[in-house]
């Protein structure tokens, strides 16, 4: 599933491009990705919109237009939003097609079907159910060493569990979580409230500098994952779905776990 780096990585694209741009037609071929609206209702409420800006919460993108109607995504396990030439031949999963006025277009493919596309108002996007829920962005300043070390403090579950919830952070998944975990120095089936407060403050910066490091090489491509552009993300994992190679800072062969039903990689030697 795309986490943080590769949606904030599409984000980005997307705003590069789609601000200024209007919406000459749309093509639903999935009409199950729609999740509030009908194929004819979505295309007729959106014709001849203009795009405005395109923000991220959590794992959800936000396209806002100029009619003041959002258009919310989440890309679930295998979703791809980008935009592309019209010579571009048309994927087998494509589900959604907006046809722009600069004569490319902007794609939804998910080849699982598990994708979600909602309408709303901008004035419902504070308390639009699944983004009223998700919990604190992990670079926001309302996220302090403090309030998490006080997050942690009040929690029985299994560290790594606790970082996937999104209703505590927003954002972090399997693969950051692992990441994140292994540099901080921390076994994933800790309980979060067992970590010192020196463990605490490594887990926090090591949330922030993964995420960073994997944005900067524009996400991790590990199975359907491309960016805006539909190009693949260069995020190379240190431990992250790299059974029984070598860890990169003891040479200890990584393993293999399961932690509230995710696959789960550390190193046993430096993890504790």
């Known amino acids: 599933m795309p986490e943080l780096p590769e949606v904030e990585t599409i984000r980005r694209g ?4 789609l601000p200024g741009l209007s919406i000459e037609e ?12 009908s194929p004819d209702n979505f295309r007729l409420r959106l014709l001849r919109d203009c795009f405005v800006q395109v923000d991220r919460k959590g794992k959800y993108l936000l396209l806002y237009l100029a009619s003041d109607q959002v258009i919310v995504i989440h890309l679930r ?3 791809n939003l980008y935009y592309t030439t019209p010579n571009y031949p048309k994927e087998k999963h494509l589900h959604l097609l907006f046809i722009l006025d600069s004569k490319e277009e902007l794609r939804f493919v998910d080849q699982r079907k598990f994708g979600e596309v909602y309408l709303i108002l901008a004035s419902q996007v504070q308390d639009f159910p699944p983004l009223k829920k998700l919990g604190l962005e992990p670079f926001n300043s309302s996220l302090s060493l403090y309030k998490f070390e006080e997050m942690l403090k009040n ?6 569990q606790f970082l996937l919830d ?5 954002g972090i998944g399997n693969i950051y ?11 994933p089936t800790r309980k979060a409230d067992s970590l010192s407060r020196e463990e605490i403050r490594r887990l926090f910066r090591a949330i922030r500098e993964v ?8 996400g991790r491509t590990f199975s359907n994952y491309r960016n805006a552009r539909g190009e693949a993300g260069d995020y190379q994992p240190l431990v992250h779905d790299r059974e029984r190679k070598f860890c990169p800072f003891c040479g200890t062969p990584i393993e293999y776990t399961r ?7 550390f190193c046993p030697k430096c993890q504790k």
């Open 14 to 17: 997307l705003n590069e491009h």
């Open 26 to 37: 749309i093509e639903v071929f999935f009409p199950g990705i729609l999740k509030n609206e």
């Open 77 to 79: 396990m295998t979703g």
């Open 155 to 160: 929690s029985k579950r299994p560290i790594k």
């Open 166 to 170: 999104q209703t505590k952070i927003a």
């Open 177 to 187: 979580a692992d990441e994140a975990l292994f540099l901080a120095k921390v076994m």
């Open 211 to 218: 995420l960073k490091k994997s944005i900067k090489a524009q």
């Open 259 to 265: 932690v509230s039903q995710r696959g789960t990689f």
